[in-house]
């Protein structure tokens, strides 16, 4: 299948806040619901702008044509205490899933992390039975670090949150 991996630009802001949206409907697994992401399109292509600009964070889009189809990030205090974790998020959209996308962008921003000359650990939360995704974050190096135990509510359920880590 044919994709092309590129930094996210403030001019994406808007394609990206309506993937999110899509995309929190496919899936249980996110943070956040369909159409609960909502950000101001102006304002979060200053954030796009803002994180462009840091060492210790990354925005990666993949794209067919000109179409989004997941989205990879790190992103990092700038803080001095704490700006050596990375926080890393990754969404595939539901018609793009089990192609590898998600592996790939995992490998990439592993290797931009232990190439920035920052970040030293690289952290992740999800959800305690979101089994596939755990297991690609295994085969990539991550442990377990902790459990929050029901930390997520949907549809009268809770779910306990897995906290995994990278240490690079």
Excluded at 45 to 67: C, F, M, P, Q
Excluded at 144 to 155: A, C, P, Q, V, Y
Aim: no cysteine.
């Amino acid at each position: 299948m044919d994709y092309i991996v590129r930094e996210a630009q403030k001019d994406d802001a808007e394609r990206i806040i309506n993937f999110y949206n899509i995309v929190g409907g496919e899936s249980d697994y996110l943070s956040f619901g369909k159409n609960e992401f909502q950000r101001d399109a102006v304002e979060y292509g200053d954030y796009l702008e803002t994180v462009r600009g840091e060492d210790n964070s990354i925005i990666l889009l993949a794209l067919v044509g000109e179409k989004i189809i997941s989205i990879a990030t790190i992103t990092s205090s700038q803080r001095a205490r704490s700006k050596h974790v990375g926080t890393l998020g990754i969404v595939v959209s539901k018609e793009y899933k089990g192609k590898g996308i998600g592996k790939r962008l995992m490998k990439e921003l592993i290797q931009w992390a232990s190439q920035n000359g920052i970040t030293k650990k690289i952290s992740l939360v999800t959800r305690q039975d979101n089994e596939n995704a755990i297991a690609l974050y295994k085969q990539l190096g991550f442990k377990k670090e902790g459990l929050s135990e029901r930390d997520t509510f949907i549809d009268g359920i809770y779910y306990h949150t897995l906290s995994m880590a990278l240490f690079l």
